[in-house]
């Protein structure tokens, strides 16, 4: 049972404790900041976001030595021993006016053949414009051996008034992808260079 | 000499000094942790009923298929409308509200340890709920992405999109402030006598909730501040066309909304191991493991994360890893059930409407972990992301958990805050007609989950009209007698029987020494626990 007591309790110092939370919150607002690099990091060693090997990319982030990677040259073993099926799809993103379609919607192949794809891009509008893809592979374990030989997502396309271009991807998965993955998928969303803020113009995606 | 505060108005005469000015500047510049406790109540209280009429009109929309009242645009604002206000605006604004009138009250401390701060953090919810209802009106409506506020949608919107990044930034910012009052509170200013392990049990579950705040809500602000450079300074945090990923901005999100939503249920623990042993009769049953089990619910919160991302292509060992990571917060949930139920056996229960609210609590808070559980499964979760099973999930664990403790609080506490009974009779009617309008109301949703009917959208096939016109009439019903809890309590703060200072037989914490109401400065000499 309580009782009061007029004898006054030696109070610990609330500025001790205030300073430590205070620490407390600058450092997971710092960590949530962190989270982004330590992200990117982990993705590039894993490939989990489904960015994929080859080509050459400069992080926005301060990463660019640490995530530009490339190509490598052919691996030596077709592993005939398994097929993998790669799907194809595209889009266009708001903002650009152009229609995008796998001409190769899926490929069966063995991992360690060199193959090429092809896209076709018409530009509907009236005007010049230039565009960026950006790939995603699902599953993203997979995207570490999907090697992309040449493709025309290192670059930007520019297309003119109504103009139809092909656009070819070589690539090669990988005989090391694991077993457990039977079908790829790449997809490819095209962004119009100009509604991109200025700061990446220059940036190819890998 | 005796208690200091028996009497509320001799303590009045005594601090004249500090006496707080009357009318509307009483309740601007109180610094008075009962005033403040009374202010964030109601705020929480009229943020409710704001999001719940918003919720009334979505389910009018959904009385049957077709659109019958909205465009999907409004629809899908009302949607992200309701959850936002009713996390940031009702439910956590009204548990905060709690710890400002009860922590000092359950230790025997005479206030919270900053009393300007705490004033601060309550004056910023209203700046930021203003903000929130005010984006309805601005060009292009409120966000309507979802709570969650995933971009590439949330990168598109107008500009009502970064008035509510700013009104959450407001939010978090004032709920880090209480955070650090309440935990400096709770650590330094325990009377006499009251060890960390003598706290009452809502105590203990504040304490380790304000801890919780402090490490999550920065992240949250990190999340809108990169959404916020992304739509305005040319950053690409978050979005692809710059080198950026949008799902980057789940796992940062769900890093904090996970902890999140333990922010609003372990504070609802408390209440509710509050009022069973005192309308048992009894000790709560196994103290320490309840503490326990908090502590390590609070610890398994920050790496279940990516159980709301298996379908945005983990690896099958992520997968795995979430999975049994979050199955295995069902440990300390049960214990807390188990204790729940204990403390109820051979207990000389009565049922007086805070136990009511208590009691269907456990029941139906446990039927909300359970469809978690489900939820929890990988396979399963492929098949019932983002259908109205989650929303049955979710509302099994915030409405009839977060919400009916609060309400089980409100009625348990009102007494010793007004110095009135409320009014019984109403009270266990609206305890009656809201836990069945909620399960008509929600458990169907489990059905319309399972066949597969999507959430956030405003129309839908045929063969979900049944089940759907029956939740909309249970909503209404829901949100009806609501209004009687508001009447409830008018008519409790505006008189009633005299409560005397303990109400409740079984109730032994420390408020229950003070007069009803509290005198204005209580504990003013600490009192000593032994
Ligand atoms: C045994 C404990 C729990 C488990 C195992 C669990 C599990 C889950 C899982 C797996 C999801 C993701 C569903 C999906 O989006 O596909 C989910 C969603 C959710 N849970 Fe829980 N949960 C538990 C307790 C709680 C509690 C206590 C709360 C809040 C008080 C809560 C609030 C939510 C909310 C709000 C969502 C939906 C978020 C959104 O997408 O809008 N859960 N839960
Ligand atoms: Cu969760």
């Not at chain 1, 139809?164 to 969303?189: G, H, N, Q, S």
């Not at chain 2, 506020?149 to 999109?161: H, S």
């Not at chain 2, 009104?167 to 006598?193: Q, Y």
């Not at chain 2, 489900?374 to 049955?392: E, H, K, S």
């Amino acid at each position: 049972m309580p009782v009061s007591v007029s004898t006054p309790v030696p109070v610990p110092s609330h500025r001790k404790l205030v300073k430590k939370l205070i620490a407390v919150v600058a450092l997971s607002f710092a960590f949530g900041f962190a989270m982004v690099p330590l992200y990117d990091a982990f993705c590039y060693v894993t490939g989990l976001n489904g960015k994929t090997a080859g080509g050459a990319q400069t992080g926005i982030f301060g990463l660019g030595g640490l995530r530009s990677r490339a190509a490598k040259t052919p691996p030596s073993s077709i592993d005939m021993s398994r097929v993998v099926t790669v799907e194809f799809t595209g889009t266009v993103m708001p903002g650009l006016p152009w229609e995008m379609v796998p001409l190769t919607p899926s490929l069966d192949l063995h991992p360690g053949e060199l193959h090429q794809a092809k896209f076709r891009v018409q530009n509907l509008s009236d005007k010049t414009i230039v565009g960026q893809a950006i790939p995603s592979i699902t599953p993203g374990l997979a995207a570490q051996h999907f090697e992309k030989i040449d493709c025309f997502c290192f670059a930007q396309q520019t297309l003119a008034p109504g103009e139809t271009k092909e656009l070819p991807l070589t690539f090669i998965v990988k005989p090391e992808v694991d077993k457990d993955i039977r079908t790829i998928t790449l997809a490819y969303a095209f962004f119009n260079v100009d509604d991109t803020k200025s700061v990446n113009k220059d940036q190819v995606s890998r | 000499m005796n208690t200091t505060t028996i009497n509320g108005a001799a303590a009045h005469h005594d601090h004249d000094h500090d006496h707080a000015p009357a009318g509307i500047m009483r309740w601007l510049t109180s610094t008075n942790h009962k005033d403040i406790g009374t202010l964030y109540l109601w705020f929480s209280l009229f943020m409710f009923f704001f999001a719940g009429a918003l919720a009334m009109v979505i389910r009018a929309e959904l009385f049957q298929p077709g659109l019958q009242l909205l465009q999907p645009n409004v629809f899908n604002q009302l949607t992200t409308m309701h959850g936002l206000i009713m996390i940031f605006g009702a439910i956590m604004p009204a548990l905060v509200g709690f710890a400002n009138w009860q922590v000092p009250l359950m230790i025997g401390a005479s206030d919270m340890a900053f009393p300007r701060l705490n004033n601060w953090s309550f004056w910023l919810l209203p700046a930021a709920g203003t903000l929130l209802i005010a984006s309805f009106f601005v060009p292009g409506g409120a966000i309507a992405g979802g709570w969650t506020m995933y971009p590439p949608l949330f990168m598109q919107g107008g500009i009502a999109y970064d008035m509510s990044i700013l009104a959450v930034h407001i939010l978090g910012i004032s709920s880090i402030m209480g955070a650090i009052n309440i935990i400096t509170t709770i650590l330094n200013m325990r009377a006499p006598g009251m060890t960390l392990m003598k706290m009452p049990l809502f105590v203990w579950t504040w304490l380790i909730t304000a801890y919780l705040l402090v490490a999550v809500m920065p992240v949250l602000a990190c999340a809108i501040t990169m959404l916020l450079t992304d739509r305005h300074f040319g950053t690409h945090f978050f979005d692809a066309a710059g080198g950026g990923d949008p799902i980057m901005f789940q796992h940062i999100f769900w890093f904090f909304g996970h902890p999140e939503v333990y922010i609003m249920i372990l504070p609802s623990f408390g209440i509710v191991s509050t009022v069973i042993p005192t309308f048992a009769r009894k000790p709560l049953f196994g103290y320490v493991s309840m503490v326990y089990a908090v502590a390590s619910i609070a610890f398994l919160s920050f790496i279940v994360w990516a159980h709301h991302m298996f379908t945005t292509g983990m690896p099958v060992a992520g997968q795995l890893f979430f999975m049994y990571a979050t199955m295995l917060i069902a440990i300390p949930t049960g214990i807390k059930v188990f204790n729940w139920v204990a403390t109820l056996w051979r207990g000389s229960i009565s049922f007086e409407t805070p136990m009511l609210f208590s009691l269907a609590f456990v029941f139906l808070f446990t039927i909300g972990g359970f469809s978690g559980l489900v939820l929890a499964l990988v396979p399963v979760d492929i098949q019932l992301q983002d259908t109205y099973y989650v929303v049955a999930h979710f509302h099994y664990v915030l409405f009839s958990g977060s919400a009916m403790s609060i309400m089980a609080g409100v009625y348990y506490w009102l007494p010793k805050w007004t110095g009135h009974m409320y009014d019984e009779k109403l009270g266990k009617l609206h305890f009656w007609l809201t836990t069945i309008a909620f399960n008509v109301t929600f458990f169907p949703m489990h059905f319309l989950g399972l066949a597969g009917m999507p959430r956030r959208i405003p129309d839908y096939s045929l063969q979900f009209t049944d089940f759907n016109k029956i939740a909309s009439l249970g909503g209404f019903l829901l949100g009806a007698s609501q209004l009687l809890f508001l009447y409830v309590v008018i008519k409790c703060v505006r008189g009633g029987e005299p409560a005397g200072n303990r109400p409740w037989d079984g109730a032994d914490s420390l408020e229950w020494t003070q007069t009803s109401p509290p005198p204005y400065h209580s504990f003013v000499t600490p009192p000593l626990v032994k």
